[in-house]
T-cell receptor, first 111, second 113 residues
């Protein structure tokens, strides 16, 4: 079955700098790749997703890139702010099969 | 419309007792997941229901854990003979069949004393 690896497990950046979180997946047939943000004590919430027919998607300060050949995708956050501090999870799935999550990245934005 | 609803929000139980956790998915969502999250940890997959297909139970940690989904809607996760290591937040999520995007409930915080 699908396996998703996420790196790094923790990331600390200065406010205003960029943050990049990377994930690799094992099943080349996977076609849906969401990213979730989980703030302390809250539920995970979808922040951006990408499907396999596109290579990049942006939404204000966040973007996701997908390299199908290498089977990896990345989350990019620019101009980081304190409210970006959270745990971020990537995931992958294909068709109606279950979402498989990465292990999570704890992002800390230092003022 | 309402999101994914879980009940209870918090549950404290004595070791050895059985507990039932409930999840009401978003109306029309055919897929339903249960995850477990220990403090500061990731999302541990437990079970996945998709329409009328046989559920994927590959994540259930022991035979003390079981789940059912009645009428393709509400789901109940049952933990028998609870142990202290079962203490965690149990999260439910639902999605449309082929859409992929999963919406999470607020979770049930289970404490076994």
């Amino acid at each position: 079955g699908e396996n998703v690896e996420q790196h790094p497990s923790t990331l600390s950046v200065q406010e205003g700098d960029s943050a990049v979180i990377k994930c690799t997946y094992s099943d080349s047939a996977s076609n849906y790749f969401p990213w979730y943000k989980q703030e302390l004590g809250k539920r995970p919430q979808l922040i951006i997703d990408i499907r396999s027919n596109v290579g990049e998607k942006k939404d204000q300060r966040i973007a996701v890139t997908l390299n199908k050949t290498a089977k990896h995708f990345s989350l990019h956050i620019t101009e980081t702010q304190p409210e970006d501090s959270a745990v971020y999870f990537c995931a992958a799935s294909k068709g109606a099969q279950k979402l498989v999550f990465g292990q999570g990245t704890r992002l800390t934005i230092n003022p | 419309g309402a999101g994914v609803s879980q009940s209870p929000s918090n549950k404290v139980t004595e070791k050895g007792k059985d507990v039932e956790l409930r999840c009401d998915p978003i109306s029309g969502h055919t897929a339903l997941y249960w995850y477990r999250q220990s403090l500061g940890q990731g999302l541990e997959f437990l079970i996945y229901f998709q329409g009328n297909s046989a559920p994927d139970k590959s994540g259930l940690p022991s035979d003390r854990f079981s789940a059912e989904r009645t009428g393709g809607s509400v789901s109940t996760l049952t933990i028998q003979r609870t142990q202290q290591e079962d203490s965690a937040v149990y999260l439910c999520a639902s999605s449309f069949r082929d859409r992929g995007e999963a919406f999470f409930g607020q979770g049930t915080r289970l404490t076994v004393v």
